[in-house]
């Protein structure tokens, strides 16, 4: 087997950006919005294989994905990698978690991270509440347009990480680029829009946020940024050769951020994301650059 190149998906999006560079720098034509999401592993994405990234997973199965890892909710591919690019707020929003997504939605639930590649000055993003909240002092705030100001917004910078957990009430701000590393859901409640004409879960958010702080920023230890129950992100920065092996109980995901190299005999730039199969073995990353590698633990 050899890795395998995962084609992006554009998602347009009312907040999203119109320059996208340097990561995809010549996008495809838009119709309406302007693309907010670039989605790495979504079932439908095309491979290098000629095939969409679910037929691959038909085809080669444990190779391809591990003996420990099956496919998730529905046949799912069990991690969905977007970038987002933001020229405007995103909703405050909140995720469910499994148990809830399951019984209501038909889908995993969606705990996530962030990684951050791009932060203007003054770019913001909301995670959690100032303080302990009751639920009728957020209802109150939703009725007269102030939720905003109950929750907590951080300064972001380049290289910061973000875990934002199911059940977390969060939102991303204007002027950022962030790598978002996820459980395979696609399930979002909107609590408050900014006025926008798109619809609100108010019912559906509430019997699932929780109303207390969030910690802000990882404080990584060494490479690895996230381990959870549903992923495990290390950042990796190369200068010349990077030797590992994939292991056979699962695959790896390869996300490159910045710089240029290659793996193998195939050459890697920023905005690309491989997908290295369980039964690979030995590989190699050569070049000037920072990646990083997700797999399930």
Known sequence: MT???LEPKFV?????????????PAPPPRQKEPFGEVWMTSDACGTSE???????????GTALLGHKVKPAFGGRFPILVKFLFT???LSLQVHPDDAYAEIHEKSPGKTEMWYVLRADPGATIAAGFTRQFEVAEVRAALADKSLETLVRWWPAQAGETYFTPAKTVHAVGAGLVICEIQQNSDVTYRLWDYDRPRPLHIEESMAVAELGPHPGPVDADGNRLVECPYFVTERHSIEGRFETASDPDRFHLLIVTEGAGAIGDHSLRAGDCWLVPAALGGYAVTGELTLLRVYLP
């Open 87 to 89: 020229s405007g707020k």
């Open 12 to 24: 347009e999006r009312t907040w999203g950006a119109a320059d996208l560079s340097p990561w995809f």
């Open 3 to 5: 890795p395998v190149r």
């Open 50 to 60: 000629g095939l969409p990234l679910r037929e691959l997973m038909d085809r080669d």
